[in-house]
């Protein structure tokens, strides 16, 4: 099992502690995981060990049966689409949305002197359609808004194809319009035949889109609940894993969570 990600006893050590501890995780094809966990817990890094774009400090990381190192770190990113606000930074405010999205397919965030074809071209033409932000294609980077750009982040993202998709707080910064579209874009995309395995981190158990498997509770670095969704994302684990007293509801398919009042 864990033919897309597994993890084996993964830790890294940073400024003298274990900002992911003893990590034991698998990931199977087709299964569309949300990370959750208190500011610090160490989703981050999760995510950055999944995109082989961190090396565990001890323990094993295996990418589509891969077993991950520094040298054939490189090799496996074409197969990963990553997209996060560190991501987004990078790329310039001048750069054209149609390049943003087909720059993708190299991994690199300018155009430069990477040829493209015109498969390359329509690819990239579809995806920013399917995500509602084609009619942006000739805009520069700069000038979109923060919801638009989440957007675009995801279409490069499912440019090179990728078997793994993973969104580091892809809806955070958005107003309720923003994030209601970019979750319904995600809910389609999730139920697509050949839609590549998900792992997305989120503050917040609203912006899990509908038709999502399985959850992670992150806490202290560790994995303290890890399943399908529904048994993990109780009142009782969340509650343990924010250290409140919380309600939490399911309605068509989506979560909500509040404090309990007395
Ligand atoms: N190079 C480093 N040296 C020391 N500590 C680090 C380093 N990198 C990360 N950390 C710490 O590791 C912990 C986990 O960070 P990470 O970004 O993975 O958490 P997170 O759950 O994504 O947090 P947030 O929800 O706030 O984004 C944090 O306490 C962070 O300060």
Redesign the pocket.
């Known amino acids: 099992m864990g033919d897309v990600l597994q993890l084996k006893q993964v830790s890294v050590r ?2 003298g ?1 274990n ?2 501890d003893h990590v034991d995780w698998s990931v199977d094809e087709g299964e569309r995981w949300v990370i959750l ?12 060990l999944a995109a082989a774009r961190l090396f565990p400090t001890s323990g094993g990381v295996e990418i589509l049966g891969t077993p991950v190192g520094r040298a054939n770190a490189p090799e496996l990113h074409p197969l990963i689409g990553l997209t996060s606000s560190a991501l987004d930074a990078r790329i310039p405010g001048s750069e054209r949305i149609h390049d943003v999205v087909r720059t993708g397919a190299y991994g690199v965030t300018t155009h430069w002197r990477e040829s493209y074809d015109e498969e390359d071209d329509r690819r990239a033409r579809g995806l920013l359609a399917s995500l509602g932000v084609g009619h942006l294609a000739d805009r520069t980077f700069a000038s979109l808004s923060s919801g638009e750009r989440k957007r675009v982040g995801v279409a490069r993202a499912l440019m090179p194809d990728p078997e793994l998709l993973l969104l ?2 892809p809806a955070s910064g958005l107003d309720l319009g923003g994030r209601e579209e970019l979750l319904d874009s995600l809910t389609t995309l999730a139920h697509e035949v050949y839609a590549p395995s998900m792992i997305l ?1 989120t ?1 917040h158990v609203e912006e899990i889109p509908a038709g999502f498997t399985h959850a992670m509770l ?1 806490k202290d ?1 560790t994995a303290l609940h890890a399943g399908p969704i529904d048994d993990v994302m109780t009142s009782e684990r969340l509650g343990q894993c924010f250290g409140l007293v919380l309600d939490i509801e399911k309605s068509g398919g989506r979560f909500a969570a509040r404090a309990r009042t007395a």
Do not use: C, F, W, Y
């Open positions: 940073r400024g502690r900002i992911v966990g208190p500011n610090g817990a160490g989703k981050t890094s999760l995510i950055q580091d707080e981190v503050h992150m670095g």
